[in-house]
């Protein structure tokens, strides 16, 4: 594994465990009774078995460990930023008054405003800050989604997407993780246009295949009206130094021709067409090819 250029899931684990100060000790399969009974079901109240491992053992104490907000992402700066915007600061001192307006005073508002409002069941204060409680489509799982105000969704996206932690995800995983912490109204928009955009994605995608025209059928009437020509090979040199075929088939009856050349240059193919070909059955009305440099020659246009 190497630690040089970390993304995704290494380095989410690495970014998590670097929150900690601690050693890394190598320890033994055997002694790692502690790590596989946090893995077991906890015994039931009173167990003789757990009272007696307790009475051998020292118990120890330990402590918890917490984590502190990044600086500008702490209650009161995300309070101060709500408040500040002119969507969300009337919807937050709102809801903390508890007093919702009716429809008829707000129908001058912005419609970003009038969906908070809608989703207003949905809305809670927590910590000074507006949230919105968030359940998927399954009702498995609900999340408090603190609301972003338009000035933080750039950092966000450019943490989730392409921060330590983000692995420059796709739209929907993106969302995803989006989902989990934040809402914003057009998510979905901003995301498809971030990912769009970034610069790391669009160089691991490649470049975009080119578009190519639809097949389609081509109505012929009569012999040689249309005559189709294109070269084979090369192959292994014959004993009278050919190594191509030029091959010219009629559309309408399919009769193919094919005539053994040495090179697959434009005055051999003309020489061959003119002395084999237009000589014997005439001159068609349309000469059809793969428009190769050998076939869009002036030699052949003229002739």
């Not at 684990?13 to 000790?25: D, G, L």
């Not at 603190?146 to 993106?174: A, Y």
């Not at 237009?278 to 000469?287: M, S, T, V, Y």
Request: with cysteine.
């Amino acid at each position: 594994m190497s630690f040089r250029k970390l993304e995704g899931q290494t380095a989410r684990w690495i970014q998590r465990v670097q929150e900690y100060n601690f050693t890394s000790a190598h320890c033994q399969g055997r002694k790692h009774s502690n790590a596989d009974a946090l893995s077991r079901r906890p015994c039931q109240e009173k167990c003789a078995h757990c009272h007696k491992v307790e009475t051998r053992t020292e118990v120890k104490q330990i402590r918890a460990i917490g984590t502190l907000p990044a600086a500008g992402w702490d209650p009161v700066t995300l309070r101060e930023e709500q408040l500040e915007d002119t969507d969300i600061g009337p919807i937050l001192r709102e809801v903390e008054n508890g007093q919702r307006q009716k429809w008829q005073d707000i129908a001058d508002r912005s419609p970003t405003y009038k969906s908070y409002w809608a989703q207003w069941k949905s809305l809670a204060v927590r910590n000074g800050v507006l949230e919105r409680d968030w359940e998927s489509a399954t009702g498995r799982r609900q999340v408090a989604q603190i609301i972003i105000p338009r000035s933080r969704v750039k950092d966000v996206l450019s943490e989730l997407h392409g921060g330590p932690s983000g692995g420059h995800f796709g739209v929907n995983k993106t969302l995803n993780k989006v989902r989990q912490r934040f809402y914003w109204l057009q998510a979905r928009t901003d995301i498809e246009k971030w990912c769009r955009q970034c610069d790391t994605c669009a160089a691991s995608r490649g470049p975009r295949t080119r578009n190519r025209g639809q097949m389609h059928q081509y109505k012929i009437g009569a012999p040689f009206e249309r005559v189709a020509i294109d070269i084979a090979g090369p192959f292994p040199r014959s004993y009278q130094g050919n190594r191509c075929l030029l091959i010219a088939m009629d559309y309408f009856t399919k009769w193919p021709e094919m005539y053994a050349i040495p090179y697959q240059e434009d005055s051999i193919i003309a020489e061959v067409l003119v002395a084999n070909f237009f000589c014997r059955f005439g001159i068609p009305r349309e000469l059809h090819s793969d428009q190769g440099r050998n076939f869009e020659s002036h030699l052949l246009k003229e002739v």
